[in-house]
Antibody
Framework: EVQLVQSGAEVKKPGESLKISCKGS????????IAWVRQMPGKGLEWMGV????????RFSPSFQGQVTMSADTSISTAYLQWSSLKASDTAMYYC??????????????WGQGTMVTVSS | EIVLTQSPGTLSLSPGETAALSCRAS???????LAWYQQKPGQAPRLLIY???SRATGIPDRFSGSGSGTDFTLTISRLEPEDFAVYYC?????????FGPGTKLEIK
């Protein structure tokens, strides 16, 4: 069974750094893109970007380029999303998802449970 | 960047009725790259439809997708209580993805 398990909720202050994780199991971790999706409180889904764990190739939405860093450690089948200096506006639920190709369509078939990040002074 | 618009923002229907949710793109989207997701409160999204009209594994045939170019529709027939949720369309082309703002399907 494919599973993505994300790290727990975080409460941080503005200016602090943070790295959240997404651990994949039940499939070949290196062979599937992992996406990160933001959902601000009461709002919709936002596609942040994707990372290919095998070679760490990344693609970002223009809205998130330069704002976050994506990385992966294939030895422990884990993807990461990282901030160097958090802002209050980073408060949101963050989901990771496994991208699969179904008959030529790249879609998010499996999702993590989400990591709630709260940034407040 | 392709912008997706969904309508209506909220749809109020009763169980047993049929829901038609619209997704319009700011420029043409290949059918291959149009998907629909369902999200219930406190849960992660779930893939419903990919390639504009193909149901994902385990999705009942009450859910159907159609459309092409810039106009796509998710139709849910014979609404069940568990279908009341928020639905998002998503396009993924040129290594960039965007979601629509969502349609909330609520019980009337």
């Amino acid at each position: 069974e494919v599973q993505l398990v994300q790290s727990g909720a975080e409460v941080k202050k503005p200016g602090e750094s943070l790295k959240i994780s997404c651990k994949g199991s039940g499939y070949s971790f290196t062979r599937y893109w992992i996406a990160w999706v933001r959902q601000m409180p009461g709002k919709g889904l936002e596609w942040m970007g994707v990372i290919y764990p095998d070679d760490s190739d990344t693609r970002f939405s223009p809205s998130f380029q330069g704002q976050v860093t994506m990385s992966a450690d294939t030895s422990i089948s884990t993807a990461y999303l990282q901030w160097s200096s958090l802002k209050a506006s980073d408060t949101a639920m963050y989901y990771c998802a496994r991208e699969v190709t179904l008959f030529g369509a790249d879609v998010f078939e499996n999702w993590g449970q989400g990591t709630m990040v709260t940034v407040s002074s | 960047e392709i912008v997706l618009t969904q309508s209506p923002g909220t749809l109020s229907l009763s169980p047993g009725e049929t829901a038609a949710l619209s997704c319009r793109a700011s420029q043409s989207v290949s059918n291959t790259y149009l998907a629909w997701y369902q999200q219930k409160p406190g849960q992660a999204p779930r893939l419903l439809i990919y390639g504009a009209s193909s149901r994902a594994t385990g999705i009942p045939d009450r859910f159907s997708g159609s459309g092409s170019g810039t106009d796509f529709t998710l139709t849910i027939s014979r609404l069940e209580p568990e279908d009341f949720a928020v639905y998002y369309c998503q396009q993924y082309g040129s290594s960039q993805g965007t979601f629509g703002p969502g349609t909330k399907l609520e019980i009337k």
